[in-house]
């Protein structure tokens, strides 16, 4: 879940000390930035690197007129959104501006998170994650028909011809759909979905059946076994595309909506628990090491009675978008709980972990915060790290990196500390 992003943003406007400040937070998300307040200039570096986004500030009359009549070029040279900051504009100019090439609005005073947030959208609109199909099916003959026809239409294809191999394919893979042929030597399909179904964590994937089976009232038996839907084999290629992709997006859509916090989009308490516990096991099977981060910001009770429940959210905000950006793939992150974290690192040594989140806990330290009407302040927080111990339950890993926190605060917050295996922990980072 985490996301690497350095996506080229173009920022310009009068104000250079406005457009500063913009530039550096959104570095921090990750963002490589460039500010311009000259229209050539910024036409020109457009030619030579054209930008996934650009951002126009709309403060100094003169200089918006030149830009305006440069925005269609603009629109071209950027193949990716023109965000304009705008305030109190009328919709008859906001539709003017629209038909010359930008596309999307924010108003000032700047809200750096609902801009990271938009970013953020655009971005996983431009390079969606693709769908993760298996396909189980005794024809090798069909296997490579579905794994030609899905794969050609960008999607992840896993496939199986044994049955049995179907719950560890599920654990590894992760599938959004499950296809089964309802016909098989050994097992038929509606016994295999009946055996996923008893499995809680697998219980929501769709299953949808594949046969050669026109009888409705069979069809419907099949169903009423765990099946989501049913296919003909001789199906057109494109219908078959068409309602795998719609399974797959209708089952990713409500998962998220019950597997991730509604703040920062971040898995929640229990479903990180429930990775971990996931996450464990498979460590200790693959003899692989594993970490895991409890981080806590600091003096959150503080910011909000400094500075308003609006910004402590969005200071929650900021901290849920560095960790996706600046976490290896493979890392599970969550929202632990109100200004909690917590980092499942599978394969990741726990020195390792500790320099990784003390680089992220110094970028964080450093990015300006605020909200609309309320004045810059920064932030920090501390961070315990535990490593898996040989015949460690998940919830002993819990309280190993829940004590390495406590004493990270306790020695003046703002640091991370690594728990040892003596029980202790140790290795602070520099505050």
Known sequence: MARQSSALIYLFGADRAALALTGQQLAVFGFEVQSFDRVAELLAAMH??????VLVDTVGADVIAQLETQIPLIKRLAHGPIFMA???EPVSRQIALMRLGVTDFVNRPLDIQKLVARLDQQLDQSAPEPYRVLVVDDSDAMLKWLELTL??????????HDPLDVLLLLERHKPEIVIL??????YEGDEMARIIRQQPRFDGVPIVFLSTETNRPRQLMARSMGGDDFLVKNMPPEELVAVVSMTCERYRRLRQWMTRDSLTLLLNHTTLIESLETAVPRAVREQDVLSFVMIDIDHFKNINDQYGHMAGDHVIQSLARLLRLGLPPGALVGRYGGEEFAIVLPGVAPLHAAHLIDALRQRFAAFPQGAEKVATFYASFSAGVAPLQPGQSAQQLVEAADLALYDAKARGRNQVLLYSATGSPSGAQGK
């Not at 794969?151 to 199986?160: C, D, E, L, S």
């Open 181 to 186: 042929d309802v016909y098989m030597p050994e």
């Open 86 to 88: 705008i305030s109190g």
């Open 48 to 53: 030579s690197a054209s930008p996934f986004a």
């Open 151 to 160: 794969g050609r239409a960008g999607m992840q294809v896993h496939k199986t």
